[in-house]
Nanobody, 122 residues
Framework: QVQLVESGGGLVQTGGSLRLSCAASGSIFNIDVMGWYRQVPGKERELVGTITKSGTTNNADSVKGRFTISRDNTKNTVYLQMNSLNPEDTAVYYC????????????????WGQGTQVTVSS
């Protein structure tokens, strides 16, 4: 089994910064893509950004220039540095990873963290 544990959410004022972390653990053989999604009540979960194992990133237009995704493969951890936050960034942020396990080395499943609340006050 694989677990994703997020940390770093909280309350921040407009223009402020936060850094989210997400560590994957368990019977991991390989992690392909990692990333972040977010969701507000009544809306669908939306992509924030992803990063491949080699470091190629793909960010949503709404966060380009403000958010940076990075990854430490030695720690199976993905980070989201969020700068210039505004109230529209308020959401529950979910970590995502595409993982193969020791038992099924070449079969990938999608895993999600439990979510962490980010609230930006105006």
């Amino acid at each position: 089994q694989v677990q994703l544990v997020e940390s770093g959410g909280g309350l921040v004022q407009t223009g402020g910064s936060l850094r989210l972390s997400c560590a994957a653990s368990g019977s991991i053989f390989n992690i392909d893509v990692m990333g972040w999604y977010r969701q507000v009540p009544g809306k669908e979960r939306e992509l924030v950004g992803t990063i491949t194992k080699s470091g190629t990133t793909n960010n949503a237009d709404s966060v380009k220039g403000r958010f940076t995704i990075s990854r430490d493969n030695t720690k199976n951890t993905v980070y989201l540095q969020m700068n210039s936050l505004n109230p529209e960034d308020t959401a529950v942020y979910y970590c995502y990873a595409r993982v193969s396990t020791i038992t099924y080395k070449f079969y990938y499943n999608n895993y999600w963290g439990q979510g962490t609340q980010v609230t930006v006050s105006s």
